[in-house]
């Protein structure tokens, strides 16, 4: 399979296969490496601080069900404006580097959905683990409690 650049090099003019190739490099395996989250996108009619909004997420210790509803739909909004990128690629009047340019900013936005998916999942594993302690805390007690009787 080449490599990014050999798909963003040569004519300008972009065939079908191209087009396919530059598209599936969106989704290639590890597809974020090297990416940068965006300082800042247009969401509807305002400007928003992605990069300070995925890492304030991401450090935080937990998260509230408000919070976590909030980075879904951040999520969301993010793979909707990745697939109209794709489909401008696929289907839009884009010269090799337009489309190369466009390939870069949807992998850079899937960093971002990465990052906030990713951080809701281990917020649900660490309450998984935390609910799952309280129930052993519990057998134990129970235990405990048949043998003083």
């Known amino acids: 399979m080449p ?8 004519p300008p003019r972009l065939s079908r296969e191209d087009r396919d190739k530059i598209v599936s490099r969106i989704h290639s395996l590890l597809f ?3 990416e ?6 247009i969401v509807g009619d305002r400007k928003v601080s992605l990069r300070d909004v995925v890492f304030n997420y991401i450090v935080r210790d937990s998260h ?9 739909t951040l999520a969301g909004l993010l793979d909707d ?3 109209e990128l794709e489909r401008e ?3 839009g009047d884009v010269t090799r580097a337009k489309a190369c340019g466009l390939m870069n900013e ?3 936005l899937m960093r971002a959905v990465d990052e906030l ?12 683990r935390e609910l799952m302690g309280k129930v052993e805390d519990a057998k134990r007690w129970q235990e405990f409690l048949k043998e003083v009787r």
Do not use: L, M
Request: negative net charge; aromatic residues 4%; charged residues 45%.
């Open 3 to 10: 490599d990014i650049k050999d798909v963003c090099q040569g």
């Open 32 to 34: 974020w490496v090297g």
């Open 36 to 41: 940068i989250i965006p300082q800042e996108i």
């Open 64 to 72: 509230t069900e408000e919070e976590r509803r909030e980075a879904e």
């Open 81 to 83: 404006r990745i697939r």
């Open 89 to 91: 690629i696929k289907h």
């Open 106 to 108: 949807a992998r850079s």
């Open 117 to 128: 998916r990713s951080t809701s999942e281990k917020d649900d594993q660490i309450k998984y």
